[in-house]
């Protein structure tokens, strides 16, 4: 007497792990086309021209000895100029999450009387960020990952092996 074919183990296993290939691929395909990855550049040859601009701005900010403190306390931003005689009118700071691109922010902020940049954020501002300082210009740039909260001063010196 002969039994029906599914009523066999081996049948069954021949046929379902093809399927579960099959359901996993789709499933792949599915995740990587409805969450494309926002870090990925298409033209890599500009990137590296411009790669190559940004450090030298780095390396301008350097030979002009620009160093500043940051401190992030209570949601009170606080960054000033250290050892510049300087005034700036204008400090572009900009915050570059290094995950999620839709929380990056940008600060454009003047010095108060004292000659420190100060911004008060109504949400706390918290984890790993890429920090990036320029000149209103655009003629130098510092740039560092940081921390936040910082409650003492941490100090922002100008570094061609951090620029990007």
Aim: aromatic share 14%; no cysteine; proline share 6%.
């Amino acid at each position: 007497m002969k039994s029906s074919w599914y009523r066999e183990p081996w049948a069954w296993l021949v046929f379902i792990l093809p399927f579960t290939a099959v359901v996993a691929g789709i499933t792949t395909y599915i995740i990587a086309n409805t969450n494309p990855d926002s870090l990925v550049l298409g033209d890599y040859y500009k990137k590296g021209k411009s790669i190559n601009l940004e450090v030298s701005k780095v390396k301008t900010a350097q030979k002009l000895g620009m160093r500043f403190a940051l401190q992030l306390k209570d949601n009170q931003l606080v960054i000033k100029p250290t050892g510049i005689e300087k005034v700036f009118p204008l400090l572009n700071v900009t915050f570059f999450h290094p995950t999620l691109e839709e929380k990056d922010f940008y600060l454009a902020l003047t010095p108060d009387g004292n000659g420190y940049f100060r911004h008060h954020f109504d949400e706390e501002v918290v984890g790993k960020w890429k920090l990036t300082l320029t000149s209103f210009e655009g003629d130098w740039k510092i740039q560092d990952t940081i921390t936040l909260p910082q409650d003492n001063f941490i100090d922002l010196i100008p570094d061609p092996t951090k620029a990007q």
